[in-house]
């Protein structure tokens, strides 16, 4: 019987059981390009629910499911009970009984804890406003697939400090990384908010070009994320001059990479010609969230394994 682990930061693995996750990522990706059969959760139930829209991670977790051996269940606020007010806490109370574990994509940070606080199985982060901790697992696999071990490293931020980004300067603590970041005055890094031990895994740059130079990779997010759609027209104008361009690329490292959690809107936080350009592994790190979740999954129900 392994103890219940939730995954609701990236800092709730400690550094050891995130290599291990990144061991089977490996082992678990190859096994599905060979057309593998890999069923170590065969009759186990994932149920997946979501408060704000979807498609990769959606997707990634209920194919990885069934991949696994497993199925998962799709809910959301509109057609279920969790949108007519019923409390988190009895929610989890009851869809924990009724499966293995859970995944969740919603607002505030708070109600994902809470849930956990009364959730007999685990329960994954899917993204909340202050994190995104199963983007970055996938895009640190991604980096490494590429480029090799990512301590040392310099990883630059350009645009909102948003929830990929808290979980990209936590990820800095975990893996002894930098992150440069460079957001538009009024968006800043709010250190206490994305959960940072210090400030000694990233430096602050009011030009988005001092923040890119030298970096081994590039990366930025959607200038308005879900839930703050009403500043998206002053969003707009505080960003104009924080989009990724080839001039930026170029001030990166000649082999820097370029990352995207995805959807992106080209032409406004990245040029097309970035995003759809030889720095570009969007596709490979977007594919990524299949695998890495997959190992997350079964780390979490099963523990570390040997077959
Ligand atoms: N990157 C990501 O989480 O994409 P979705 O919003 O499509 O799930
Ligand atoms: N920061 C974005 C990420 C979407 C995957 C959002 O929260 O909308």
Redesign the pocket.
Known sequence: MVATRHFLQIKDLARDELDYVFERTRIIKARFKAYQRHWPLQDRTLVMIFE?A?T??RLSFEAGMHQLGGSAIYLNTRDSQLGRGEPVEDAAEVISRMSDIVMIRTYEQAIIERFASHSRVPVING?T?EY?PC?ILADIFTFIEHRGAIQGRTVAWVG?S???CNTWLQAAEIFGFRVHVSTPPGYEVEPERAGLHGREHFSEFADPMDAVRGADLVTT??W?????EAENEERLRDFADWQVDAEMMRAAKADALFMH???AHRGEEVAAEVIDGPHSVVWDEAENRLHTQKALMEFLLLGRVND
Not at 224 to 228: A, C
């Open positions: 704000k979807s990769r991670t993204l406003n995104h983007q909102d948003n929830n990929v997010d959607v308005t994320s879900m839930g703050f959690c995805l959807p």
